[in-house]
């Protein structure tokens, strides 16, 4: 690198064509960086469109499959999967059941299109009743038995054929308790992609819609974190990291780019 001044230093000499500004571009978006998240419901021809958020539709698992082969075609780097199941309960049973929606929708996706990359999303809060992240214990989500659910869930995604999970629920401990899941179900090539830095946001809003997974009380900030904690956020990194998180995630990312650089 040069240490001239100006006039002899010029930056923009560098950029006065399109063919020279291509030749120096230092970041590069293309489609095999982009994951497409699309939702899930029982049924047959279905696209229910999610009002909220237009263009976007919930789809049946036929559906889901010509989905799937549309992102295999533009070279997408994957999909990832969001279930609305048929029932909720306390426990959000569908979630880690065999025949559950997504379940039912990797092992569709994988039929129609095995090279293409499939992502779970392992969390509680569309499949539970009250819509939470985790199982409820005296009006407050419980920790360690959400984990132990999440495993179950990630274990189920695994069987059916996931190629990565993706937890989103916030616990403590999430991380490990799947990795140890997984490990125990002869799962141990599945990696995990956290959702790290998870700050409680109204962007959510539409996304919850899609997912039909709104809490039906309170808020989710005695788990997701408060928007205003930098170092909070970069020791949740670092304990999923710890526990064994493959890949980790700042969410959501547009506001929180000051994170994302760090
Ligand atoms: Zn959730």
Same mark, same amino acid.
């Given at each position: 690198m040069s240490s001239a001044q100006f006039p002899i230093r010029r930056m923009r000499r560098l950029r006065r064509t399109g063919a020279l500004r291509r030749l120096v571009q230092e970041t590069h978006l293309v489609p095999s960086q982009l994951v497409w998240p699309l939702f899930v419901r029982h049924g047959e021809g279905l696209r229910t469109p999610v009002t909220a958020m237009p263009g976007v539709a919930q789809l049946s698992t036929d559906e889901l499959a010509k989905e799937a082969e549309r992102a295999a075609a533009l070279g997408l780097g994957g999909i990832i999967l969001f279930g609305i199941p048929a029932s909720k309960d306390a426990t959000g049973s569908e979630a880690h059941d065999e025949q559950g929606i997504v379940?039912?929708?990797?092992?569709?996706?994988?039929?129609?299109?095995?090279?293409?990359?499939?992502?779970? $999303?392992?969390?509680?809060?569309?499949?539970?009743?009250?819509?939470?992240?985790?199982?409820?214990?005296?009006?407050?989500?419980?920790?360690?038995?959400s984990v132990y659910l999440l495993g179950k869930i990630a274990v189920m995604q695994a069987r059916a054929g996931v190629d990565l999970v993706a937890p989103s629920d916030m616990m403590d401990g999430r991380v490990a308790g799947i990795r140890k899941a997984l490990d125990a179900?002869?799962?141990?090539?599945?990696?995990?992609?956290?959702?790290?830095?998870?700050?409680?946001?109204?962007?959510?809003?539409?996304?919850?819609?899609?997912?039909?997974?709104?809490?039906?009380?309170?808020?989710?900030?005695?788990?997701?974190?408060?928007?205003?904690?930098?170092?909070?956020?970069?020791?949740?990194?670092?304990?999923?990291? $710890?526990?064994?998180? $493959?890949?980790?995630?700042?969410?959501?990312?547009?506001?929180?780019?000051a994170r994302i650089s760090l």
């Open positions: 379940q039912q929708a990797i092992r569709a996706v994988k039929r129609a299109v095995p090279q293409l990359l499939v992502i779970g $999303d392992v969390c509680l809060c569309e499949y539970t009743d009250h819509g939470h992240c985790g199982v409820l214990r005296d009006g407050d989500v419980d920790n360690d038995s179900g002869g799962f141990s090539h599945v990696p995990i992609m956290s959702y790290a830095a998870k700050f409680a946001s109204a962007f959510y809003g539409p996304f919850r819609e899609a997912a039909g997974s709104t809490p039906q009380f309170g808020d989710r900030q005695s788990y997701q974190m408060a928007v205003g904690n930098g170092d909070e956020a970069m020791k949740e990194i670092q304990l999923d990291l $710890d526990e064994g998180a $493959d890949i980790i995630m700042v969410k959501p990312a547009g506001p929180c780019l």
